[in-house]
């Protein structure tokens, strides 16, 4: 079956930086879209990444754009988010997503 493990998550300073992984199975990768969305403390899930199948491109809402960057190792069936300049307002779940599939979450705290 579809499993989605997100790792990475943890407490940093404003203007930090921090790497999310997605270790993914149970379906064929290298034909996944595969993206990112987080969920902040009393609000709704916001997407904050996408990645094509093949890594060449990608997207981003304007909350994000400029200061993360998602990225996929196909080899490895896993999706990363490289979050920079990190913000208060970060602060959330963030989870991996494929297809209707979702991850369980990591949790990132951004405070000092």
């Known amino acids: 079956q579809v499993q989605l493990v997100e790792s990475g998550g943890g407490l940093v300073q404003p203007g930090g930086s921090l790497r999310l992984s997605c270790a993914a199975s149970?379906?064929?990768?290298?034909?996944?879209?595969m993206s990112w969305y987080r969920q902040a403390p009393g609000k709704d899930h916001e997407w904050v990444a996408v990645?094509?199948?093949?890594?060449?491109?990608?997207n981003y809402p304007q909350s994000t754009r400029g200061r993360f960057t998602i990225s996929r190792d196909n080899a490895r069936n896993t999706v990363y988010l490289q979050m920079t300049q990190l913000k208060p307002e970060d602060t959330a779940i963030y989870y991996c997503k494929y297809h209707v599939y979702w991850g369980k979450g990591t949790l990132v705290t951004v405070s000092s």
């Open positions: 990645i094509s199948e093949d890594g060449t491109e990608s």
């Open positions: 149970g379906f064929t990768f290298t034909n996944a879209i």
